[in-house]
């Protein structure tokens, strides 16, 4: 089971922090990743933000996001964060995060790379 947290309500150039936990069996997970829903865009549209593989700790980042986002974990605490700064407007969304059991760089903006999904967590910037 993943819950996300940590959205909120931040002004434009402001930061957030979010986390994902992961509870239950998580040896099988191989790495963790982010995406993000815009407003009233539905799940098929649902956007690659970022993957960390979890026995090496390397992020990947999709292009619009990197230099502003940081994914990071915490093995210790089966926790995966997403340090987000230099917010913009238009990183208003809903953030989610996933699980995979089996990671391949290659795919790994693909949805169904991903086993299992979070709740989400709203993150709203204003201008």
């Known amino acids: 089971q993943l819950q996300a947290s940590g959205g909120g309500f931040v002004q434009a150039g402001g930061s957030l922090r979010l986390s994902c936990a992961a509870s239950g069996r998580t040896d099988s997970v191989d790495a963790m990743a982010w995406f993000r829903q815009f407003p009233g865009k539905a799940y098929k549209d649902r956007l690659f933000?970022?993957?960390?593989?979890?026995?090496?700790?390397?992020?990947y980042y999709a292009v619009d996001v990197e230099g502003r986002f940081t994914s990071s974990r915490d093995s210790a605490k089966n926790t995966m964060y997403l340090q987000l700064n230099s917010l913009k407007p238009e990183d208003t969304a809903i953030y989610y995060c996933?699980?995979?059991?089996?990671?391949?760089?290659?795919?790994?903006?693909?949805?169904?790379?991903?086993?299992?999904w979070g709740q989400g967590t709203e993150v709203t910037v204003s201008s």
């Open positions: 933000v970022s993957a960390i593989k979890w026995s090496s700790g390397k992020p």
């Open positions: 996933a699980a995979a059991r089996r990671f391949d760089v290659a795919v790994m903006t693909w949805k169904t790379t991903y086993d299992q």
